[in-house]
């Protein structure tokens, strides 16, 4: 059984700095894009960042400049380094993979859309 674990969120003040990794577990043999999306409270979840398998990357427009998508495939962990970060980017933060080839009762097949637990990020003096 394929998981997603973030860690690294946190109460952080206007301008500070903030990195989040998520880490893949379990049967992985190789993981598509990975990304990062964030929901605040009464608002839809979106888009963050995203990065391929190759290292290209997307970034939201609210972000660019300010955050940067990584990831080591080796580890199967993406990251996610928050710098100046604002108030408005208080929310949950989720991690996703588009796409894993793993193994499931012992047969490999690729497996869709996995989602993390979401880690907190809190701005505010």
């Known amino acids: 059984q394929v998981q997603l674990v973030e860690s690294g969120g946190g109460l952080v003040q206007p301008g500070g700095s903030l990195r989040l990794s998520c880490a893949a577990s379990?049967?992985?043999?190789?993981?598509?894009?990975m990304g990062w999306y964030r929901q605040a409270p009464g608002k839809q979840r979106e888009l963050v960042a995203i990065?391929?398998?190759?290292?290209?990357?997307d970034y939201a427009d609210s972000v660019k400049g300010r955050f940067t998508i990584s990831r080591d495939n080796a580890k199967n962990t993406v990251y996610l380094q928050m710098n100046s970060l604002k108030p408005e980017d208080t929310a949950v933060y989720y991690c996703?993979?588009?796409?894993?080839?793993?193994?499931?009762?012992?047969?490999?097949?690729?497996?869709?859309?996995?989602w993390g637990q979401g880690t907190q990020v809190t701005v505010s003096s």
């Open positions: 996703n993979a588009d796409q894993i080839a793993t193994k499931v009762g012992g047969i490999p097949m690729y497996e869709y859309d996995y």
């Open positions: 990065i391929t398998t190759g290292g290209r990357t």
């Open positions: 379990g049967t992985i043999f190789a993981i598509n894009a």
